[in-house]
């Protein structure tokens, strides 16, 4: 559903150091590395961003999710830093390595009607399910009036008369 992913083949621990995110490491202030435009670019700082679009960067493969199993964290080094995915919890065989990959990049390209993380789709689902019950219950309560109005409707004229005819008259003073 989102494309490419990376899974883990066995368990594993939490804390666990799982993959590096790494590439060629490109400074703001050189406009020729400043002005390259990809999604797989991590930003360290205002200075220093990691382009992990080569293939040989399985890093890049690790896709969004609003509750992630891993968190990006920075090692420091000369340079800007390193980029590790360590897992927040428990990991289970055949499960997909997730991150956050934060709010500007998922205002930017992500946005929330087409995240795909199973959050989201949890979410959507939910008011899918919501607004289709919604919908259930307004073609129910139109079938109920239908069915009043036809026996209201059914009823003799004459005793709609007398009801009119019964009611005391006001005396003016």
Do not use: M
């Amino acid at each position: 559903k989102t494309g490419l992913g990376l899974f883990a083949t066995k368990p594993i621990k939490k804390g666990t150091r799982i993959i590096r995110y790494f590439g060629p490491i490109l400074d703001s202030r050189i406009p020729e590395q400043d002005d390259i435009e990809n999604k797989y670019l991590f930003e360290l700082n205002g200075r220093w961003t990691i382009d992990g679009s080569s293939r040989w960067n399985r890093a890049r493969y690790v896709n969004h999710s609003c509750r992630p199993n891993v968190e990006a964290i920075e090692r420091r080094g000369d340079k800007g830093g390193k980029i590790v995915y360590i897992t927040r919890r428990r990991i289970k065989p055949d499960e997909e390595i997730t991150v956050d990959y934060g709010k500007n990049y998922f205002e930017a390209f992500i946005t929330k009607s087409r995240c795909q993380c199973p959050k989201c789709r949890e979410r959507r689902a939910e008011r899918q399910r919501g607004y289709r019950r919604k919908v259930k219950r307004a073609l129910l309560r139109k079938k109920t009036l239908r069915k009043r109005s036809a026996v209201v409707g059914a009823k003799p004229a004459s005793k709609t008369k007398s009801k009119a005819k019964s009611r005391p008259q006001r005396k003016s003073k």
